[in-house]
């Protein structure tokens, strides 16, 4: 199962994450080891932004994401039309989103809206919820 996650590119990521269940994709994470996973997505949506899109805008956006060895918590900074990650929560995120690990999967492939996550309430958020919607535009997601 693992290796159906071990991709390359966010379109592999997309094909490999649709349609399967939670106990799957969970499965797959725990066998790759989560940290690994999580890392080389956050790698991939720091290649996928589009500075254009951000269009000069900085912030800073927090992502609690639940596994099976508990919450982990990563930190998008966008600035100067870079985007960078780092584990661990951020002093003061203009957005943080809380999900679970598949639906985390799900939203950054694109085989889930972020807004049906919302309000199917698979997706928490506190801060700017406008700001939200917007940032998702800033990264080149896969055609679901």
Do not use: H
């Not at 690994?36 to 949506?45: E, P, Q, S, Y």
């Not at 060895?69 to 990650?85: I, N």
């Amino acid at each position: 199962m693992a290796e159906q996650l071990d991709v390359s590119t966010p379109a592999e990521l997309a094909a490999a994450v649709k349609d399967k269940s939670d106990d799957d994709l969970n499965q797959a994470l725990n066998e790759l080891g989560i940290d690994t996973a999580l890392d080389k997505v956050f790698d991939g949506m720091t290649d996928a932004f589009l500075a254009e899109k951000a269009d000069g805008q900085s912030a800073v956006v927090q992502y609690d994401i639940q596994t099976a060895d508990g919450q982990k918590t990563y930190t998008v900074s966008v600035s100067d039309g870079k985007c960078s990650f780092s584990r661990g929560p951020a002093d003061s995120p203009r957005v943080t989103l809380r999900l679970a690990a598949p639906d985390f999967l799900r939203v950054v492939t694109n085989n889930m809206a972020g807004t049906q996550a919302f309000f199917t309430g698979k997706l928490k958020l506190t801060g700017d919820m406008m700001f939200a919607q917007v940032q998702q535009n800033w990264f080149d997601m896969p055609k679901a």
